[in-house]
């Protein structure tokens, strides 16, 4: 299983969409508060996010309680800009988990001191003009390399019947 490590998140719609792929592709979603917003029932049936309890989500109050959870991942590794080596130059493994910051400010300096150098990653760029990918964009390139390198995403159950209103067969 990949684990999406997800430092203080502060757009909904992102951390959404990682909760869907999440969902999707049996990884779990840590998520280390605070959160740039709240999660209630109310706030999940207005967005459509019925498949929020399907996933395997884990909160966490701050850093500290992440490294102090059994559930945490084995390895880390932390996405960033800040650094030059590729995410497809390492070698992903079951239970590893890809640690990203949030969409204003990313992960900060101590976070990256506590990773470590040889830990962090960058998702290469075409156009160096550009800042960064979005953060759920970001989260599913690199989840689905890591599943593609450790054995695939697990086989689709089709238990429920049809795919949910509005969506495709993708």
């Avoid at 969902?23 to 929020?52: E, N, Q």
């Avoid at 399907?54 to 996405?79: C, G, I, K, T």
Wanted: a neutral charge.
């Amino acid at each position: 299983m990949i684990h999406l490590v997800l430092f203080e998140p502060q757009i909904p719609q992102n951390t959404g969409n990682i909760g869907r792929l999440c969902a999707v592709t049996k990884s779990r979603l840590h998520l280390i508060h605070p959160l740039g917003f709240r999660i209630t029932d109310r706030h999940l049936k207005r967005a459509g996010m019925d498949y929020w309890r399907a996933l395997d989500v884990h909160h966490h109050e701050n850093w500290e309680a992440f490294q102090h959870s059994p559930e945490r991942p084995e390895r880390l590794w932390l996405f960033t800009t800040k650094v030059s080596r590729q995410f497809w130059d390492v070698r992903f493994q079951d239970g590893d988990g890809l640690l990203f910051g949030n969409e204003g400010a990313g992960c900060p300096d101590w976070l990256h001191a506590a990773v470590g150098e040889s830990w962090r990653l960058n998702i290469p760029h075409a156009n160096a003009a550009m800042r960064s990918l979005n953060l759920s964009t970001a989260a599913g390139i690199a989840c689905y390399e890591a599943l593609r390198q450790i054995g695939g995403v697990p086989p689709r159950s089709r238990e429920s019947g049809s795919p949910a209103h509005g969506d495709s067969d993708l």
